[in-house]
């Protein structure tokens, strides 16, 4: 027998600490098993941390390309039901993804100040492809939540990927933009004076900047914005990810609410796949709502995914531009994901 390399003797040492022989932790074939490729990133770790604490998950997968051996063994010494295993580098992408009822992919890199989210355009493209190649060879029937941005382009990509394969199902591909509502429920109740979790802010659209529509006129419970808070709510939604990535003076963009908001969506997806009727969230999917074929509005979660998009309902004249505008540079945004796995 070859000596093993140096390379080799470390990958046998990482997979011997993170899959404990013959171990099945009690309860196990009760809940859900999750993976999430990117789990060293900001987003990645906190989210991993969130969803090891989650009553309905049994197994937890950690992917990423770096220090996934550590950040499973500090997350597995939690004293919760779920098991934890971790995955490192490509060669372990597809053991990673084996039997996973729900992949959320935070792998990519984030927006540093300057940027915008389609400069991030050509690294995320190839890391979402590569990812959801995996997803087909390992778990094609997963619910896919894409949280990589720019979330315009990757969700398209991902639908490529998957009708080349001949795996594709519209239903199953969510593009995450819970964040918008969470931050659009914090900004709106601080102006109205209530506690966020009363307040209930629709925001359709895309995923980046004017292309996020928050739709005041249909805030619950019902209320009325002066013009002046009009301009500043939506301004500050559409802007929140560059407040936060400028405040952090580019050492990180938004990670930890984005973490929080991630948690609230998968855990939505995750009673969804539990057959709990009822479940309402905004995600960007495939859509017929207006003429583009993506599209992020109200969706009801039903067992087999995202089974209706629901209409936009009554948009006063503000929203109705917003709209209008939002759609143009939308509609490039899925272009040029279509376009990436085409060419
Ligand atoms: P980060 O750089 O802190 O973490 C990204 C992680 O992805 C890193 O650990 C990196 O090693 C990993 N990664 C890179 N290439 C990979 C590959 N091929 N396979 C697996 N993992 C890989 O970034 P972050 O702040 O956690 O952000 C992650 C992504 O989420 C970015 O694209 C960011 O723009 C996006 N984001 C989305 C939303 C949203 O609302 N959908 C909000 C904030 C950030």
Do not use: W
Request: glycine content about 10%; charged content about 20%; some cysteine.
């Amino acid at each position: 027998m070859q000596p093993a390399s140096k390379a080799n003797q470390h990958t046998t040492r990482i997979s011997a600490h993170l899959h404990p022989p013959n171990f099945q932790a009690k309860g196990t074939a009760l809940g859900f098993k999750v993976a999430i490729l990117g789990a060293a990133g900001g987003i990645g770790q906190p989210l991993a941390m969130l969803m090891k604490i989650n009553l309905l998950i049994s197994v937890l997968h950690l992917y990423d390309v770096v220090n996934t051996p550590g950040i499973t063994a500090d997350i597995s010494h939690m004293d919760t039901g779920a098991v934890v295993r971790g995955f490192l580098g490509q060669q372990q992408l597809e053991e990673a993804l084996v039997g996973m009822d729900l992949v959320i992919i935070p792998a990519g890199v984030p927006r540093k100040p300057g940027m915008t989210r389609d400069d991030l355009f050509n690294i995320n493209a190839g890391i979402a492809r590569t990812l959801c190649e995996g997803i087909v060879k390992s778990c094609l029937k997963a619910i896919v939540n894409l949280i990589s941005n720019p979330v315009n382009s990757t969700v398209p990509i991902a639908a490529e990927v998957f009708k080349r394969a001949g795996t594709y199902d519209p239903k199953r591909l969510l593009g995450v933009t819970m964040l918008n509502v969470v931050r659009a429920n914090t900004f709106v109740a601080e102006v109205l004076g209530l506690d966020p979790r009363e307040v209930d802010v629709p925001v359709v659209g895309g995923h980046a900047g004017m292309m996020i529509l928050p739709l005041l006129s249909q805030v619950k419970p019902l209320c009325s914005f002066t013009p002046p808070e009009i301009e500043y709510l939506t301004s500050r939604i559409q802007n929140g990810g560059t407040e936060v990535v400028e405040a952090k003076a580019g050492a990180d963009s938004a990670t930890l609410y984005m973490a929080h908001a991630a948690v609230k969506f998968a855990n939505a997806c995750l009673c969804m796949l539990r057959g709990d009727a009822g479940n309402f969230e905004y995600a960007f999917v495939a859509s017929q709502v207006t003429e583009l074929l993506f599209f992020a509005s109200k969706v009801r979660l039903g067992h087999t995914g995202a089974e209706e998009v629901l209409l936009l309902g009554p948009l006063n004249e503000y929203e109705g531009a917003g709209l209008e505008k939002a759609k143009k540079e939308l509609a490039e945004s899925i272009r040029k994901g279509v376009s990436f796995i085409k060419k």
